[in-house]
């Protein structure tokens, strides 16, 4: 069962012509958040800009967080491609490189039926030996992953759940029953939402904003195993700070400035097409970190 709070880390970029990935950064916010508290470590997800980092930066950045992490915590990895054969590729590779478990989103900008990717996740799970976790997130891809799709591939060995970004609770009603049945871990992907999943039956959580502020969040987790009601939607409410202002720009934008105007790594901007943060929004992030005292 896969629980608590993982943090879908930034994919840190030095401001160069090139804009390369930042080792030093990413090794920074790795430590942070592993020492507030949360429970994983995922990379190469939707935070970490996964569409624009080529497949070799992807194997080398794969290669260097494992080594970061050191087993403290578990790695989960995203290989999600347009193509089931690259989504393969890279799955095997990061296997053998030593994460534990594979997040793999749907394909996007290709229009698929539920058979059919059904079939993708059907491939790319009995290509590892790995746990691999679906993912969830149609606004994004234009894919959704529906509760037929999910239930096709829930008896395969090694599918161990599902997380979900789609805000939709009906849709994340439809999860947890599959996932009762077939035993199966459901983690949500939308943060505003947390302790409401959990209180349905959700086990953990894959939340952006635990880049920044990881200790509140896995204080609120905490609380929430605990059924310390009161400090847990205190807390769930105290998230919605950032979340207000991370919708101000590009994702992940806001996230990698609060990581540098707070002082905790390097972050660096977004890759391009994506642009950084405008003066008035770096204000805005500023007035942010000095509501939970990280400047």
Sequence with gaps: MFSGIIT??????NRDDKQTINYEATKKIIDYVIE?????????GSNGEFPVITY????EFTKKVVEFVNHRVPVYAGPGACSTQETICLAQEMEKIGVDALSVISPYFVKLTEDELANHFKM????????????????????SITKYVFEKVASI????????????IDNLKDYLDVAKRYNLSVLIGSDGIIAQGYRMGASGAIAGMSNVIPKLMSDMFTALENHDEEKADQLQEEVNHIRAVNKKATMPVVLKRALELGGIAEAGPARLPVSECSPELDEEIREMLKHYELI
Excluded: C, H, Q, W
């Design 8 to 13: 879908p880390i930034m994919t840190p970029f």
């Design 157 to 168: 060995p090694n599918v161990a759940g599902i997380k979900d970004s789609s805000r939709d």
């Design 36 to 44: 507030n508290g949360v429970s994983g470590i995922f990379i190469l």
């Design 56 to 59: 070799d930066e992807k194997i």
């Design 124 to 143: 790319v799970a009995e290509s590892v030996n790995i746990p691999v976790i679906l993912y969830n997130i149609p606004r994004m891809t234009g894919n």
